[in-house]
């Protein structure tokens, strides 16, 4: 007999900051900061910061900022048999 365990998990983690100068990208201009948050939300696999090292927002805040706080949750492990 041969069994197989899966695990499952939800997991939250939280980066560290990046600092953005709305002047230094032409299209934030004139946008209040809650907009930008929306343009950056709605572009984050696309934005490249002027500065960044990364590629997109999002690859600037797993790969070159701290993950400051990472929490699990829902973790559960199950058993299965295998059977071939």
């Not at 910061?49 to 949750?73: C, H, M, P, R, Y």
Request: charged share 40%; glycine share 4%.
């Amino acid at each position: 007999m041969k069994i197989r365990m899966i695990k499952n998990y939800r997991v939250t983690e939280v980066y560290g900051t990046i600092d953005i100068n709305k002047e230094d990208y032409p299209e934030l201009e004139g946008m209040s900061d809650d907009e930008v948050l929306e343009y950056l939300s709605e572009n984050k696999y696309d934005f490249e910061l002027k500065d960044g090292t990364e590629g997109t927002l999002i690859d600037e805040f797993e790969f070159a900022t701290e993950v400051v706080k990472d929490d699990f949750f829902d973790e559960e492990h199950d058993l299965y048999l295998v059977t071939e």
